[in-house]
């Protein structure tokens, strides 16, 4: 009983730490925004598909998002609404993606990304195997490049950004 408990409270706990862990990354090392950003998401990508490997799994088709022609999704661009979303999936023995679903997110703002997202995961195809993969996971991150604090802004919008910075920190 006692090894039960333990069990269910590392898995709640593990489960947790995704959503409590998440932080926009850092962004200072590098000359762009952009190039932070790629290679970041390259970064993540390259270590997923290396664990997927490892298990015996390789990607045979993945894709992408389609945020596009969609008025939520357009203002919460539009308001840099920040955050992650982290999913789970199954793999079947033909490759197809089954039983995708939103595990955690950072915050509600963020989870009008998810729709597309989960549209996606569903066609993603794998390499067929002898074996099914259940509860593979996959974190889709939204950040957007801080503003820099200009001289020649007046007084309310210097207070406005370094208020946005100090709570960025």
Do not use: H
């Not at 088709?61 to 979303?85: C, H, M, Q, T, W």
């Not at 033909?94 to 009008?112: F, I």
């Not at 099914?132 to 001289?151: D, G, H, L, T, V």
Request: aromatic residues 14%.
């Amino acid at each position: 009983m006692v090894k039960q408990l333990f069990a269910a409270v590392s898995l709640l706990v593990a489960s947790q730490a995704f959503s409590l862990d998440w932080q926009r990354p850092d962004c200072s090392g590098f000359d762009s925004f952009s190039e932070c950003r790629n290679a970041e998401r390259n970064g993540y990508r390259q270590q997923k598909q290396q664990e997927f490997r490892e298990k015996g799994l390789s990607f045979w088709y993945y894709e992408r998002p389609d945020f596009s022609d969609n008025k939520k999704i357009e203002k919460a661009l539009k308001d840099k609404v920040e955050g992650a979303l982290f999913f789970s999936f199954n793999v079947e023995r033909d490759g197809s993606v089954s039983s995708v679903v939103l595990k955690e997110k950072t915050n509600e703002e963020v989870q009008v990304f998810a729709a597309p997202i989960l549209a996606a995961m569903k066609n993603w195809q794998f390499v067929p195997s002898e074996q099914s993969w259940p509860n593979q996971e996959w974190r889709f991150q939204f950040y957007y490049e801080a503003e820099q604090c200009e001289e020649g802004k007046d007084d309310e919008d210097k207070k406005a950004c370094m208020s946005e910075e100090q709570s960025a920190s």
